[in-house]
């Protein structure tokens, strides 16, 4: 995302990216077997629940 896009957004919405970010990071070190499932599993329920994103896949 360029910088004005990210000035654009609101709190919420900057939010929200950071935690599509995170989990993305998660889902590529899942893939490359850099952590096992039950890993990924652990880390994106507390990311999900710390950052209050339970709505959001």
Known sequence: MEQFEWEQLS???KKKQLYL???KTLEDFLE???ISK???DKSL???TEK?????VS
């Open 11 to 13: 709190p919420e919405e």
């Open 38 to 40: 039950a890993q990924f």
């Open 21 to 23: 970010i995170q989990k």
């Open 32 to 34: 490359r077997g850099a």
């Open 51 to 55: 950052m209050g994103m339970s709505g």
């Open 45 to 47: 329920g507390d990311l």
